[in-house]
């Protein structure tokens, strides 16, 4: 079983910026669409941004214009560079293939608050 292990969160000002790394175990990473996701507390996980395999990007949710996704398929690691952060982005972040999803990881704790 692949497993995920997401870094790079923190507590940063409004209007800061961060960048969270993923690294899949494994070698079959580059096979497949990979994701961020988010959960709030008391709210359902949400999808935030997707990239295929082929390295095509697509954002949900209120990120576009401020996050980027990317990956790197020799070091099985996915990106997510987060600028002009605001409070509602306070969230847990994970990173999952599509679907179907391998096993969650711990995720990574991004609070934004002055």
């Known amino acids: 079983q692949v497993q995920l292990v997401e870094s790079g969160g923190g507590l940063v000002q409004p209007g800061g910026s961060l960048t969270l790394s993923c690294t899949a175990s494994?070698?079959?990473?580059?096979?497949?669409?990979m994701a961020w996701y988010r959960q709030a507390p008391g709210k359902q996980r949400d999808l935030v941004a997707l990239?295929?395999?082929?390295?095509?990007?697509r954002y949900f949710d209120s990120v576009e214009g401020r996050f980027t996704i990317s990956r790197d398929n020799a070091k099985n690691t996915v990106y997510l560079q987060m600028n002009s952060l605001m409070p509602d982005d306070t969230a847990v972040y994970y990173c999952?293939?599509?679907?179907?999803?391998?096993?969650w990881g711990q995720g990574t704790q991004v609070t934004v608050s002055s």
């Open positions: 999952n293939r599509m679907l179907p999803p391998w096993d």
């Open positions: 990239i295929t395999s082929a390295g095509t990007a």
């Open positions: 494994g070698n079959i990473f580059s096979m497949y669409a």
